[in-house]
T-cell receptor, first 113, second 112 residues
Framework: EAQVTQNPRYLITVTGKKLTVTCSQN?????MSWYRQDPGLGLRQIYY???????DKGDVPEGYKVSRKEKRNFPLILESPSPNQTSLYFC????????????FGSGTQLSVL | SQQGEEDPQALSIQEGENATMNCSYKTSINNLQWYRQNSGRGLVHLILIRSNEREKHSGRLRVTLDTSKKSSSLLITASRAADTASYFC????????????FGTGTQLKVEL
């Protein structure tokens, strides 16, 4: 089944403790992206990647890192999480062509205490 | 950044009624996509309309696009309780490459 898999689904951590949210897709998509969703602010793009070893900042990249060493994986790294990074995170992927639709993961609810 | 603004923010209707939600955007676009999000879950693609199209249908969904007004509408006919969700439009800006941005959505509630 074609899907984008995020893990974990829920995560509670404390300020400053490094964490990684994993994202994997099995559709051989070139493009992958991370979004965060906050009440009243909609979905905001954090980082995206056009292909292996090609990443770029989205609208709210501060405090986040990503890597794209393999085509299928696009982990989101929070080196030193802070409470304002408490949010619902989504990974998404699609074919490179601009008209293609995005496939979303099920989301990761992160709470930073 | 270019993003669609959905209107209304919230909509409550009875099962069987039609639901219409609107999207406005600011710049020229290549296409516009609509997505649905069930509570707390990932977005699911519903339909894509290209800038040279005026209307598109998919099952009970009808999407229109008016590029002169920079607006789109999504009509769900004969709504069901299972249509309860948030709906987002995502305009793809001309020259914006692969970037796809989302607004805050329309929260639709279909009551029995």
């Amino acid at each position: 089944e074609a899907q984008v898999t995020q893990n974990p689904r829920y995560l509670i951590t404390v300020t400053g403790k490094k964490l990684t949210v994993t994202c994997s897709q099995n559709m051989n998509h070139e493009y992958m992206s991370w979004y965060r969703q906050d009440p009243g602010l909609g979905l905001r793009q954090i980082y995206y990647s056009m292909n292996v070893e090609v990443t770029d900042k989205g609208d709210v990249p501060e405090g986040y890192k990503v890597s794209r060493k393999e085509k299928r994986n696009f982990p989101l790294i929070l080196e030193s999480p802070s409470p304002n990074q408490t949010s619902l995170y989504f990974c998404a992927s699609k074919q490179e062509e601009a008209n293609e639709k995005l496939f979303f993961g099920s989301g990761t609810q992160l709470s930073v205490l | 950044s270019q993003q669609g603004e959905e209107d209304p923010q919230a909509l409550s209707i009875q099962e069987g009624e039609n639901a219409t939600m609107n999207c406005s955007y600011k710049t020229s676009i290549n296409n516009l996509q609509w997505y649905r999000q069930n509570s707390g879950r990932g977005l699911v693609h519903l339909i894509l309309i290209r800038s040279n199209e005026r209307e598109k249908h998919s099952g009970r969904l009808r999407v229109t696009l008016d590029t002169s007004k920079k607006s789109s509408s999504l009509l769900i006919t004969a709504s069901r309780a299972a249509d309860t969700a948030s709906y987002f439009c995502a305009p793809r800006r001309t020259g914006g490459g692969n970037k796809l941005t989302f607004g805050t959505g329309t929260q639709l509630k279909v009551e029995l």
